[in-house]
Each structure stands twice: as C-alpha cells, then as structure tokens.
C-alpha cells in the first residue's frame, strides 16, 4: 500500500504533437511537482539544455546503464534510445514529492508492470482532430515536410494504446485540458469523484482513427 506521506508518480503519454511536454512543463509550477529527467541517445534540440531537458548521452553511456540496472524504464522511440533513472525518481517520491513522467507508451507499461509501492496515475493526451495535429506537426517540422509525415503515420501506431491509460484527455484548448488533469490528480489523490466520459473518448479514438 503507497504511504500517506509518500508522492504520487503521474505519467503524461501522447503522440507527437499533442502538446504533452508544454502540459508536463505547466503541471510542474505546481508546488511539490517535480519533472524526471531523462536520460537520451537522442542529439540535443537548439532550445534544449543538458541536465534540464534531458541528460544526453551517448550509447555506450546509455548501454552502461541499462547493464548496471538504473533504468525504471527505457525504450527506443524514433530511433534514439530513452530511460528513466531510478534511484532520483524513488528519491523524490520518498520526501513526498509528486514525480510527473513525459514518456512514452513503451515506458508506461514498463512503469505499470512493475507494480511499485507508490500510487501511479496515467494519462494520455490525444489532439482534436487528426488535422490540427498534422498543422501542429507541420509547423514544428517547416523544414522537413517528411518529418511531419512520419510522425503522422506513427500516430496512427500510437493512439491505439489509449486503452491502457487511467484516463485519455483531449488537448483543444491549453488551459482547458491543463485544468482537467489537475481536477483529475486532485480527485484521485483525495478519492474524490472524477469527472470523466470513458465513453466520449472511445468515440473520439474511433473518428481520430477512421
Ligand atoms: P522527444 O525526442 O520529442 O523529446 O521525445 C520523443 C518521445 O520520447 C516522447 O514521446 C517522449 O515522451 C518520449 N520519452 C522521453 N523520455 C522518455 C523516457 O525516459 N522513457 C520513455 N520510454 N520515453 C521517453
């Protein structure tokens, strides 16, 4: 049973371009939220910093750790490998911070299936249509119009794991889908009631599909 004193580990999944690392950003002014960082194979983005965005390093890093088992987790994701430490993680949960993961489905099955003592809720977050996704994609990918391509295809992949996830929350509106989350955490951390349409999103992953 997770302790009353001890943080609550929330997992944010989505496909590309759905908008998951501003949420998982906006959600860590939170007091007592805190961010894991990962570690990654990948090259750093022109915005991105070491030790904040991510710790990037290389596969032979990367190799050693999954040999000396500090990985939570980790999957390969668009070719780049991804993991999560644990020691930092169970760290913060043990002073009673609440640990939000932006990781992929691979890493939330992983997380799920190891059944820790802490409470876990997760949480995928899907685009209104596939066509404000593919704007999305394509503004972020200007110059590499197969790039957005990809990651469409991709998605496809992606959304069908919806299934696994606690609750799915469609990202429209920003402060919207912000405030659903948050009521959602608070209702599950205080066993209150949860205002949520299992069915709605059923219906919203079959047109997102179709
Ligand atoms: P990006 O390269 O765009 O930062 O991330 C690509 C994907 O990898 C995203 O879906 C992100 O959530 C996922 N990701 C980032 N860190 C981790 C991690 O530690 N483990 C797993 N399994 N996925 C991760």
């Known amino acids: 049973m997770p302790s009353e004193t001890d943080g609550v580990m929330i997992i944010l999944s989505s496909p590309s371009g759905a908008g998951k690392t501003t949420l998982v950003k906006k959600l860590s002014d939170h007091d007592n939220f805190e961010v894991s960082i990962s570690h990654t194979t990948r090259k750093p983005r ?13 596969e032979l890093e ?3 750790l999954i040999k000396n088992q500090e990985f939570l987790e980790y999957a390969k994701v668009f070719n ?26 691979q890493g939330a099955d992983q997380i799920k299936n190891k059944k820790l003592d802490y409470k876990l809720i997760t949480f995928f977050i899907l685009p209104p249509s596939k066509k404000i ?5 394509s503004i972020r990918h200007i110059n590499d119009k197969s790039m957005a391509e990809e990651r469409m295809s991709q998605f496809e992949r992606d959304v069908l794991h919806w299934i696994n996830y606690d609750y799915v929350v469609i990202n ?11 009521n959602l955490i608070n209702a599950e951390v205080s066993n209150g009631s949860k205002d949520y ?6 219906n919203h992953v079959e047109k997102l599909i179709s």
Not at 46 to 58: A, G, L, T
Not at 172 to 182: R, S, V
């Open 80 to 105: 780049n490998l991804y993991g999560t430490t644990r020691t930092p993680v169970i760290d913060k949960l043990n002073k009673g911070k609440n640990v939000l993961f932006d990781i992929d489905w």
């Open 62 to 64: 990367f190799e050693r």
């Open 197 to 202: 349409d299992k069915e709605f999103i059923r």
């Open 133 to 137: 996704l593919f704007d999305r994609l």
């Open 46 to 58: 022109s915005n991105e910093n070491q030790n904040k965005d991510y710790f990037f390093v290389d």
């Open 172 to 182: 429209n509106e920003l402060e919207e889908c912000f405030q659903k989350i948050t």
